[in-house]
């Protein structure tokens, strides 16, 4: 039990000092220096992604190279650990739903470290968002996003919704695809259940549950294709691809016997998805 309290009480304290210097990209922001505030913001995010994971025991294994330029950062949703993974390795800008801005402690972050919420019942909220793309790639920042609009529980890469990537098409934005995946080596209960929030899972009894693994590898799989489009379809097709030859599905059994969420497991799983974009 002391384990988990002191990684948790470790992970508030982390978060904590990383919100000093968020809090001043956001004064840099408003004093009219926006382009040195992304990167102030991009680095500081970096910073609190690699405190992050140490203190949670997560290692991180790189298969391919980051990109060596600014470019849109298409990735597969398991977790809430996908972000802290990807901010460790990648000094980027996220772009999530608006509910995110809700979540326990990383919502607070997200949204002073400069996340771009998306209101994804507004239309034209798109416009926005592409401008903010496009001025952050410009400013030598990378931008992350996931395109399957919610996570899962890593059976496979879900249909990427293809309305975000309009940005990317209308902007001439470069494209990266970079799957995720974990493994608990450590722990013999499946990490679709242990380290993947997904279904309804309670965010802080998940967390716990988390916290208490002994060792967590996340899987970071970069393509080597850069992808262009002028097509937001096309576009989305081909990053599915990409994500789908470099994903490596995460371990679905066994369920602890005192799993809370092992009615999740028997239900039935949906369709697989084919490996091109659908009519979004």
Not at 115 to 139: N, P, S
Not at 232 to 253: E, H, I, M, N, Y
């Amino acid at each position: 039990m002391l384990r988990p309290a002191l990684r948790l009480l470790g992970l508030f304290a982390v978060s904590g000092l990383c919100l000093v210097p968020a809090v001043l990209t956001r004064l840099l922001a408003l004093a009219g220096r926006e382009q040195a505030a992304l990167r102030l913001a991009a680095r500081t995010q970096r910073r609190w992604g690699r405190l992050f994971l140490a203190v949670l025991g997560v290692e991180l294994e790189l298969a391919g190279e980051l990109p060596r330029r600014p470019a849109l950062i298409v990735a597969n949703h398991l977790s809430y650990l996908d972000i802290p993974v990807l901010a460790a390795l990648v000094p980027g800008r996220f772009v999530a739903k608006s509910e995110i801005a809700g979540w326990p402690v990383l919502g607070q972050l997200a949204a002073s470290a400069g996340t771009i919420f998306v209101e994804q019942r507004r239309a034209r909220d798109v416009l926005r968002v592409e401008r903010e793309m496009a001025t952050t790639l410009a400013a030598g920042v990378p931008v992350l996003l996931f395109p399957e609009g919610r996570s899962t529980r890593g059976q496979r890469v879900e249909r990427l919704h293809s309305s975000l990537l309009e940005c990317a098409v209308r902007a001439g934005l470069p494209c990266r695809a970079v799957a995720l995946s974990y493994e608990t080596p450590a722990d013999p209960w499946a990490p679709a259940a242990t380290v993947c929030w997904w279904g309804g899972m309670g965010f802080w009894r998940h967390a716990w549950g988390l916290a208490r693994l002994a060792h967590v590898r996340a899987r970071v799989a970069v393509t080597a294709l850069e992808r262009h489009g002028t097509e937001r379809k096309a576009l989305t097709a081909a990053l599915q691809a990409d994500l789908a030859a470099g994903f490596v599905p995460v371990r679905q059994a066994p369920i602890a016997p005192d799993c809370p969420w092992r009615a999740l497991f028997t239900e039935p799983s949906p369709p697989e998805v084919a490996a091109h974009a659908t009519s979004e």
